[in-house]
C-alpha cells in the first residue's frame, strides 16, 4: 500500500491490513464471506451499524465475498484520497482531525 511514498509506513500498513484481513477471514479460505465480516466487526468493531451496507461498499466485484486485493484496493483509494485533500487544506493535514471540504474555484 502505497502511502505518499513513505516506504517504511507502506510496509507497516500492508502488513497491519494483511494481519487485519486474516483476523477477519476465520475458515482461512482466503476470502471473507458477509458473515464472517459482521462476526469480526462485532468482535473488533462493536460501533459498526450497519455491517452489511459496509460488506457491500468494500465487495468491489459483488461476489460476495472480500479479498485481500479489494480492501488493499479500498484503503490505497482512500489514502490517495485523502492525499489530494491535504494538498488543498495543509491545515487539516492530521489523520485524527476531519477533513476539510475541498475549495471551490469559482471560473471568472
Known amino acids: ?22 483476523a477477519f477471514d476465520s475458515d482461512n479460505s482466503g476470502a471473507v ?12 468493531c462493536p460501533d459498526v451499524a450497519d ?8 465487495d468491489l466485484d459483488d ?10 484496493a479500498t484503503i490505497q483509494a ?3 484520497a485523502r492525499a489530494i485533500v491535504t494538498r488543498w487544506s495543509p491545515a487539516e493535514n492530521d ?4 477533513m476539510a471540504p ?3 474555484i469559482k471560473a471568472s
Open 102 to 104: 475541498a475549495k471551490t
Open 33 to 44: 464471506d458477509a458473515t464472517e465480516f459482521a462476526e469480526a466487526l462485532r468482535k473488533y
Open 95 to 98: 489523520m485524527n482531525r476531519r
Open 1 to 22: 500500500i502505497e502511502t505518499l511514498g513513505d516506504p517504511e509506513h507502506s510496509d507497516k500498513l500492508q502488513a497491519l491490513v494483511t494481519e487485519s484481513f486474516k
Open 78 to 80: 482512500f489514502l490517495s
Open 51 to 58: 455491517p452489511q451496507r459496509l460488506f457491500s461498499m468494500l
Open 63 to 72: 461476489d460476495g465475498a472480500l479479498e485481500l486485493a479489494e480492501l488493499v
